[in-house]
């Protein structure tokens, strides 16, 4: 008789978890299409606005560049000056890259983060991971860029 109470237990827990497992599997086949449908949609919003940057870095055009700067990005480097110093200092391939190639826009727990490969200044290749920040206008602008040094180098 005291095995009843158990086995009571243990199956309504078992329920309750195919339930949840069941809602959750649900919930992930509806917001997929959604995020993909938003990756297809901005993707070359995205890239227009990170060729765009490139190309003012290049040209030295400041206000350009700091112009694609997210509102977090532009309060840690307030002033175009300040913001193309940091560059030029940490972030050459991005600075003055030889060439881009751009690869997957994937979602991430951090936002959409476009993958860019560089070929900085000195033909070293680079793997530029773009974190982008949707406005509230629905327009785009690059919240942080980090950097993976690739084994390659162009010639």
């Known amino acids: ?7 009571r237990r243990f199956s309504f827990r078992l329920l309750a978890t195919g339930i949840a497992a069941i809602l959750l599997m649900a919930f992930a086949t509806i917001a997929a299409p959604t995020a993909r449908a938003q990756t297809d949609a901005d993707q070359g919003a995205v890239r227009s606005v990170i060729s765009d940057q490139l190309d003012a870095f290049l040209a030295e055009d400041a206000a350009r560049a700091y112009s694609h700067a997210s509102p977090g990005i532009r309060q840690l480097f307030p ?7 940091m560059v030029q200092r940490d972030y050459a391939p991005v600075y003055r890259s030889r060439s881009r190639e751009f690869r997957d826009l994937r979602q991430t727990a951090l936002g959409p983060v476009q993958e860019v ?7 070293q290749e680079w793997l530029a991971l773009y974190t982008m920040e949707q406005q509230p206008d629905g327009s785009w602008k ?14």
Request: aromatic share 6%; glycine share 18%.
């Open 1 to 7: 008789m005291p095995a009843f109470p158990i086995c």
């Open 79 to 85: 002033g175009e000056e300040r913001f193309m110093g």
């Open 117 to 123: 490969v560089l070929i900085g200044p000195n033909g």
């Open 142 to 155: 690059i919240a942080g860029v980090r950097l993976v040094r690739q084994e390659g180098v162009a010639a």
